[in-house]
């Protein structure tokens, strides 16, 4: 628990952060609330030569709504979106995960974009904002640009991210309609991490599905969008019947799915279809 | 008149310090100079080491020294072990590994440097050359003569085999109507206290004196053992055990590293230091349980139990530590459980594997033994057909105490007992009969309710002298000062469980002071006088009874003096609330102790002073015992488990505080919860320690934990002049058989009898889907 040698500047800016990330290169990392890398660098599973703290810039913390688009900046803590007015109104989806990440201190100090950029493949937040549809706004030396969620996340700890990049904001449409959503997961007993996580959107158009986005995390290497399930969804009747047959796709084309000491890939698999269906369950009652 | 203290919930007063932050622990303790240590530890479970090389690390600036086994362990004595097994092989357990490694965290060289850092940093440029070696895991495949033997001398894997109990099994099992059978796996367990190990040692030439800071439970054994270890005399080695956050029988123990940074602090003339990591904790502090065994219970068709018999390989680890050979006896001692079984017998092979040493983990031997005979009873209960309640109640010994102990088939007189007491208090908190009623109607819908009951009794107060290895009395110096204040010096080393409020509890109401005016002292060598430890439910039945007969020796003198003053002969004394009285004339307990210290005014055959030692040796072990009752309820569509309702009654004896007491059940069933549903310390086939972390290990956690409904009876114990018994390890040993019993019995409707811990949701979901399968 004796982390190697490293540097530490705090940055005021985001530009600050840039031109340091540009000059350090793959020597640096970027700390954001620190409660993945930190617990990485004690076990010096990663050795950074320089850590650039962006804790100070004030300018990458904040939730907000402009023209039909929620904008979340990356340095926005699991508490702030926890505790969000605007959020829990207008896409509850986000402070639920929340609520099941982690626990207070985590809550306190993590944050979205640390989060993301980790991409622990067993992290909550990629189920979530693969559900909501988001962005990954990312900020480089050639400028900024959008990657979807669905293709941001590559691998197990592995993103779209290139090197210099560093992530800026969560951003997606709010949900417009009759919309009913749920995040619902089985906590690893030891790390508190989603054996299984199902994040769940629906929107509901005369009693009928008219669309969904349907986000699994902590079954396989990568958090992936149940595409199978979100098409056996459109414009079914959202009764038991339906929604249990379109749950049972939560797993289809999963060849890698986790095993480890507590569950293995088969077991995570069944988990992921009969949570789908009860996160559906949930999400179709509250589609009011 | 002041209120008596004893048997009050007051709060403790250790708490406003651990609570705020403020209290000491070794790595709190920071002395100029200090060098830091950090060790390279062995990857592989077994391997012959070809080459050690160091020199790149001693090349690091900053740092002082690098030892490797070869140049320190044969000047230092072996890791010591306190057990004798008749015909035990022994391995002669080195601080360092020399030729070969053993498991995986076997220390190898050690590096000292000016901060941890550096030293961490120079412990990876140390390379080692291993070859490889066939490993040894399974304690029972370790037995077979046709595996690979860990330690060449002693020519193959077992350590010892041992036959115990009493009663002539064979022709009990014989005068059976059925014999029940299974194969019961006690998975080891780490403690996981939640403050690691952790030395500081200083040596000062000129005085000579060598001063070991360790977080231990044992501060004056450890000293003997150490000073013996080192060859260095045992009154200039100051051993303190300063704030230690928690033990659970891991710190029951003397380990290498102690003696290593004592050695080092003479070597280097400078203070040493040595802090374990979590992982390292996980590798190279003690393991708990490792056991695997077969049963064999004989019954009579109405539930009359005519004999138990136990085999049982027990996993030893590659070396022994301080009473690793000794916990599988203590698993025999209490096999009797709380029934009258006229014959058993245990038969131990104890194997060495390439795996850390197991030892004593919070009940040490006892929840295996409490284990393996509630699963026998309940076995036995669904074999004939009885509720797991009336088959109990058949083989309880009627209510029982000083006049007529419970003598059992394993050699012990139970102290004192009323089972059917504690049982139906249970049953009526539990509502049982309606439970079985729910039960019932939920199945029918399709629901999975399930119903675990244990009923246990363990032996505590650790204990007679002639059944430990190291004496097992317990000593207490009471000392009233000048201006009244008490001070108690206890040999115990309380570490957590609250005796520095409970002891102060006993002295208020004997001296008719305040808590607030007495302090307990623990765990410094140069202060208190020699004592044993805090361990095996001990400290107060034993250590508590010493503080309790050191104030009584002390009222007596402090009598004489008051009769003096007051100019009476002492016959006529009274004391009652402070006050000596006789005839209308009284002094108070203050003016007496200072009237002792100023001498001015003494009896002419009295010495000055208020002070009184005790060392009070036991005559028996203790017998708590107690029902706890579980309720769960499983998912049947993912075999999840969900505690619905925990119902503990408990018998300690007299209770001198009921919130350390509740306290304790709490944290016992917690670790009891933890070992049926979720813990086990998992070696891949290579021997790599694949539960290394708190990522993989789970300890459960608040949220995990459900609402434990508690009560109490009191039958207090003949064997102390308080009737107490002892609550350290009683959730620890009572609460594991009903879990596992409760997820049993919600898929008894399906032919399950027996699942073996942990029981994970995914195992449950496996027999949920075959017999779904098997329905359709």
């Not at chain 1, 626990?103 to 979530?128: E, F, L, Y």
């Not at chain 2, 060790?39 to 160091?54: P, T």
């Not at chain 2, 190279?284 to 049963?295: A, S």
């Not at chain 2, 104890?350 to 795996?355: E, G, P, V």
Request: net charge neutral.
């Amino acid at each position: 628990m004796i982390p190697a040698n490293f540097d530490y500047i705090t940055v005021k800016s985001l530009d600050e952060a840039l031109s340091l990330l540009a000059k350090h290169k793959d020597d640096a990392k970027i700390l954001a609330g620190g409660h993945s890398l930190l617990p990485a660098m004690k076990l010096r599973l990663m050795q950074p030569k320089v850590l650039i703290d962006i804790g100070k810039i004030k300018e990458l913390s904040y939730i907000k709504e402009e023209g039909g688009q929620i904008h979340i900046g990356a340095m926005t803590t699991h508490f702030q979106i926890e505790t969000s007015a605007l959020l829990q109104k207008s896409c509850p989806l986000l402070p639920e995960t929340a609520t099941q990440l982690g626990d207070m201190q985590v809550r306190n100090k993590g944050t979205i974009g640390g989060s993301v950029a980790h991409a622990d493949p067993a992290a909550d937040w990629p189920a979530a904002v693969i559900a909501v549809g988001a962005e990954i706004v990312v900020i480089g030396p050639k400028g900024e640009r959008a990657i979807k969620a669905d293709d941001f996340f590559v691998d197990m700890l592995t993103t779209s991210l290139q090197p210099g990049d560093l992530v800026k904001e969560v951003r997606f449409a709010a949900p417009k309609g009759k919309t009913g959503q749920a995040y619902m997961k089985v906590r690893h007993p030891a790390s508190g991490f989603a054996v299984v996580g199902i994040a769940v959107t629906l929107t509901v158009d005369g009693g009928k599905c008219s669309a969904s986005g349907i986000g699994v995390t902590g079954v396989s290497s990568k958090p992936y969008r149940a595409k199978s399930v979100e098409a056996a969804l459109k414009g079914s009747a959202l009764d038991a019947k339906s929604l249990a047959a379109a749950a049972s796709h939560a797993s289809d084309g999963i060849s890698d799915a986790i095993s480890e000491l507590y569950a293995t890939g088969e077991y995570r698999k069944h988990l992921a279809e009969i949570y789908t269906r009860r996160a559906l369950e949930t999400a179709a009652g509250r589609a009011k | 008149m002041a209120e008596k203290v004893v048997g009050k919930g007051i709060k403790r007063t250790e708490d406003p310090r651990l609570i705020q932050g403020l209290a000491h622990y070794v790595d709190d303790i920071k002395l100029p100079d200090t060098l830091h240590a950090v060790f390279v530890r062995s990857i592989y479970a077994h391997a012959r080491i070809k080459k050690v090389d160091v020199a790149a690390a001693q090349k690091t600036p900053g740092v002082v020294a690098v030892y490797t086994g070869k140049d320190i362990s044969q000047k230092i004595g072996p890791v010591p072990c306190g057990a004798a097994i008749p015909d035990m092989k022994q391995p002669d357990h080195r601080v360092m590994a020399t030729d070969k490694v053993y498991w995986v965290g076997h220390p190898i060289a050690v590096v000292f440097a000016e901060n941890k850092y550096v030293a961490r940093d120079a412990a990876d440029k140390i390379e080692v050359d291993y070859e490889e070696l066939p490993v040894v895991l399974d304690e029972e495949k370790a037995a077979d003569p046709k595996s690979p033997v860990i330690h060449e001398k002693i020519g193959s894997n077992i350590a010892y085999k041992l036959t115990a109990g009493e009663g002539d099994i064979e022709a009990a099992l014989k005068a059976a109507d059925k014999i029940v059978r299974q194969k019961i796996y006690h998975k080891r367990l780490a403690p996981i206290a939640m403050e690691g190990r952790g030395v500081l040692a200083r040596y000062y030439p000129g005085e000579q004196e060598l001063t070991l800071w360790t977080s231990t439970q044992i501060p004056h054994l450890a000293r003997t053992q150490i000073s013996l270890m080192l060859g260095f005399p045992e009154n200039k080695l100051r051993l303190i055990a300063p704030e230690v956050g928690g033990g659970f029988g891991s710190k029951l123990n003397v380990y290498a590293e102690e003696a290593i940074m004592a050695y080092a602090s003479m070597q280097l003339g400078r203070p040493v230091k040595w802090i374990e990591g979590r992982r390292e904790n996980m590798q190279g502090t003690i393991h708990g349980r490792g056991q695997v065994g077969y049963i064999e219970i004989g019954c009579k068709k109405d539930g009359t139990i005519t004999g138990f018999r136990y085999n049982v390989f027990a996993d030893m680890g590659s070396y022994f530590q301080l009473l690793t050979p000794a916990i599988p006896t203590l698993t025999g001692l209490m096999l009797s459980g709380c029934y009258k079984i006229p014959a058993i017998q245990m038969n131990v092979t104890a194997c060495f594997t390439n795996k850390m040493s197991t030892d004593a983990y919070r009940g040490a031997g006892r929840p295996e033994a409490t284990y393996v005979i509630e699963r026998a009873m309940d076995l036995v209960a669904a074999e004939l057909g009885m509720d797991v309640v009336e088959v109990r109640r058949k083989n309880f010994p009627e209510p029982f105490g000083a006049e007529n102990p419970f003598k059992v088939a394993t050699g012990l007189f139970y102290d004192s007992g009323n089972y059917q007491g504690a049982l139906d208090k249970a049953l009526k908190m539990a509502d049982y009969t309606n439970l079985r009623v729910e039960q019932k109607k939920a199945r029918a819908a399709g629901r999975l309710i399930g119903v675990g009951v244990s009923t246990y009794v363990e032996i505590c107060a650790m204990g007679p002298s002639p059944a430990l290895p190291a004496g097992g009395w317990e000593s207490a110096t009471v000392r009233i000062e000048p201006t009244c204040k008490v001070t108690i010096l206890t040999g115990a080393s309380p570490h957590g469980q609250g005796q520095e409020t409970s002891f102060s509890q006993i002295a208020a109401d004997e001296l008719g002071v305040t808590v607030n005016d007495c302090t307990v002292i623990h765990g410094d060598t140069a202060v208190v006088q020699y004592g044993i430890g805090t361990f095996g439910s001990r400290a107060t039945a034993v250590g508590g009874t010493a503080v309790y007969l050191a104030l009584q020796k002390l009222k007596a003198k402090a009598t004489g003096m008051a009769a003096h003053m007051l100019g009476v002969d002492a016959k006529t004394v009274t004391f009652d609330d402070g006050k000596f009285t006789s005839g209308g004339k009284s002094v108070t307990i203050q003016e007496v102790a200072l009237n002792a210290h100023l001498a001015k005014n003494l009896p002419a055959d009295m010495e000055p002073g208020l002070s009184a030692t005790t060392f009070f040796e036991p005559k028996n072990f203790t017998f708590p015992f107690g029902t706890h009752i579980c309720v769960v309820e499983i998912d049947p569509e993912t075999g999840e488990i969900q505690i619905q309702r925990y119902i503990a009654v408990d018998d300690c004896g007299k209770v001198i505080n009921p919130l350390l007491v509740h306290g304790q059940i709490h944290g016992g069933i917690v670790q009891s919860l933890g070992q049926a549903l979720f813990e086990e310390v998992v070696y891949d086939e290579q021997g790599q320690l694949i539960s290394g972390s708190l990522m993989d290990y789970a300890v459960p956690k608040a949220a995990q934990v459900p609402w434990m409904e508690l009560d109490r009876t009191e039958t207090p114990s003949p064997v102390n002049p308080m009737g107490v018994k002892g609550v350290g390890e009683a959730g620890s040993i009572g609460a594991t058989p009903a879990i596992v019993a409760a997820v049993v019995d919600a898929l008894a409707h399906l032919g399950v009898r027996h699942l073996d811990m942990p029981i994970k949701p995914e195992h449950v979901w496996n027999i949920l889907k075959k017999n779904k399968a098997g329905a359709a």
